[in-house]
């Protein structure tokens, strides 16, 4: 398989066809939870969607550290990749698969025992908490799979590669659709078949794609001595990848916390926010495809010393996520209850009309959302980790003050504004760590050239 440099060539161009397959990768993974959304909701009811609505955060909690993090130590690998230090790419390659079997195995401990216990603590529905609970177990018992998933992908897309992993992700998306009809329809397994369905596709899918990558990319062909790695480069691994895992996981905390005071307006509001979420979700994942992009540019770029390209590169990135965002806010203004109606066997008024109310407020902080990807990825890829963990902690506060004060005074529609109050915030500190980050950089660059 080829690999692609993103260090010569037109930066738009090269930015927009590398993160295409991403972006279709983003939707067939989004593809896996609108599946079971859209078979529960439908054959077993809106009170089993609520259920599964309801563990999104958490899920998202370990889902974004796990993804955050491997992305980290693969900065490194870009980078390598970029310097055309092969042999160093491959030990980057050999000290991520350690650390991340670490990772799933203190991830799975941490997570599996208190299932019960962090659904109480969000204030779950009592109607929906027997569901909600099958479900959560499930996922924290496919952590592995999210793990050695994500790795695997954030290896090859460092390479230059985005369209491997898509091929895979379409494998599994099918697959999760034929074990959703057979776990749910079939044996009548409700909430939990949607569960098994996820992790047994995924799990399924990450063997593939590993077999595969070893097995057909020749940078990546690994000896007996490129497992031998030293400290220092386990350090320099975690001191990217582990802040960023963090960073993830903060925010992530805020949607928690947003969750813990829709939960408190009762199941409707529970399933109509889920729903208007997962519409939300679908349409954005291009600006995610964009940022994760400008994470494998910045860092082949940084690894080549091509500083002023990474510059050209963000200019291009915020044209293209303005483009975007208008596509979504019309998408959403046209089709936004057709989608939203889709989760729904018999539609229901209240839910479809509360789900548009977030739907209408978002769209038009799509621009910020995107310039706030675009600036995250580029400081991860310069291996900037403390302005993007500062983003997270400012995101966080605003998230939470949003979700508790607005949501006290305006509630519902507090509790909708909170996302894009966040986002706003963030992407203000980050454009400001960028500008530092990227000033300083090529002073330094001038300094070793003089």
């Not at 099958?134 to 994500?150: D, E, K």
């Amino acid at each position: 398989m080829a690999v692609k440099e993103l260090t010569t060539g037109n930066p738009l161009k090269l930015i927009f066809l590398f993160m295409l397959p991403m972006f279709f990768g983003n939707m067939f993974q989004q593809f896996y939870n609108l599946i079971d959304a859209l078979i529960v909701g439908r054959t077993v009811g809106i009170g089993a969607l609520a259920s599964v609505g309801a563990t999104g955060p958490v899920i998202m909690l370990v889902i974004s550290f796990v993804f955050a993090s491997t992305q980290g130590f693969t900065v490194i690998t870009a980078q390598k990749f970029g310097a055309r230090d092969y042999d160093m790419l491959k030990k980057s390659v050999s000290a991520s698969f350690i650390l991340s079997i670490l990772l799933t195995i203190i991830m799975t401990a941490i997570s599996l025992p208190f299932t019960k216990q962090i659904l109480y603590f969000l204030r779950t529905p009592q109607d929906i908490l027997s569901n909600a609970e099958i479900y959560l177990f499930i996922m924290f018992a496919g952590i592995f799979a999210t793990v050695f998933y994500n790795l695997s992908s954030n290896i090859i897309r460092a390479l230059g590669d985005s369209k491997t992993p898509l091929y895979f992700l379409i494998f599994a998306s099918f697959l999760n659709i034929f074990l959703d009809l057979v776990f749910i329809l079939k044996f009548k397994m409700g909430v939990m078949g949607a569960g098994l369905a996820t992790v047994v596709s995924q799990g399924i899918s990450t063997v593939l794609c590993l077999i595969f990558m070893f097995k057909h990319f020749p940078i990546l062909k690994l000896k007996k001595e490129d497992w031998k790695v030293s400290k220092d480069f386990f350090y320099e691994h975690l001191r990217i990848g582990i802040p960023m895992g963090f960073q993830m996981s903060i925010l992530t905390i805020g949607i928690i916390a947003v969750q813990y005071v829709l939960n408190g307006f009762g199941s409707i509001a529970v399933a109509a926010f889920t729903t208007a979420v997962r519409v939300d979700q679908l349409v954005s994942q291009s600006l995610l495809a964009l940022g994760a992009a400008m994470a494998t540019y910045t860092a082949q770029n940084i690894g080549a010393n091509k500083i002023e390209r990474v510059r050209k590169g963000a200019h291009a990135a915020l044209f293209i996520a303005f483009i975007i965002s208008v596509i979504c806010a019309v998408f959403l203004i046209t089709l936004g209850k057709s989608a939203v109606a889709l989760f729904m066997d018999v539609p229901n008024e209240e839910v479809i009309r509360l789900a548009m109310q977030y739907l209408h407020i978002i769209m038009v902080c799509f621009f910020f959302l995107g310039a706030l990807l675009i600036y995250r990825n580029i400081l991860q890829g310069i291996g900037n980790v403390f302005a993007p963990l500062l983003s997270g902690v400012a995101e966080l506060i605003a998230r939470i003050f949003a979700a508790f004060v607005l949501g006290h005074y305006f509630g519902y529609t507090g509790v909708c504004l909170a996302p894009p109050f966040a986002w706003i915030v963030a992407a203000i500190v980050l454009y400001l760590g960028y500008k530092i980050s990227l000033t300083n950089k090529i002073k330094k660059c001038r300094g070793a050239n003089t």
